[in-house]
């Protein structure tokens, strides 16, 4: 396993319309900042957007003009490998440590490169020392 460390996500609260993803990651693109990781999804009649950027700050200020629900949050991120299972051994070492996780998502990487899972618990401090 690779690195995992404490991080934070971008959590934003938009209208949940068609070409939302698209607005909200050119706007993020024009400011010159990567996003890392995202995911996004509907949820009664909003759309919600957890967003890792390579600048949040840069990212969030950005965004600011369109006037939507932002917050940055602590998160766990995970380097792992991109193999069967990987995740599944990560998950199941939380559960024997008892870490209730509240999200997660991940990336696979392209030609066996690393993934990063993004996740987030009642102690994320408790989760990077299972796994330092």
């Known amino acids: 396993m690779g690195v995992t460390k404490l991080g934070k ?6 209208p949940d319309e068609i070409g939302m993803l698209a ?13 890392q990781a995202i995911c996004a999804y509907g949820e009664k009649g909003k759309a919600i957007f957890r967003i890792v950027t390579s600048d949040n700050k840069k990212a969030m200020e950005s965004l600011k ?7 940055e949050q602590e998160v766990v991120l995970m380097e792992l490998e991109d193999r069967v ?8 070492k939380m559960a024997s440590e008892k870490a209730n996780l509240t999200h ?11 993934c990063l899972l993004v996740l987030s618990s009642n102690d ?5 020392k299972i796994f330092v």
């Open 9 to 14: 996500e971008i959590y934003v609260e938009a």
């Open 23 to 35: 607005k909200i990651s050119t706007v993020i693109a024009n400011a010159g900042v990567n996003i």
């Open 65 to 71: 003009p369109l006037n939507f629900k932002m917050k």
């Open 85 to 92: 299972a990987a995740m599944a051994e990560v998950c199941r």
């Open 104 to 114: 997660i998502y991940g990336t696979t990487g392209v030609g066996g490169g690393a």
């Open 124 to 128: 994320n401090a408790k989760i990077v």
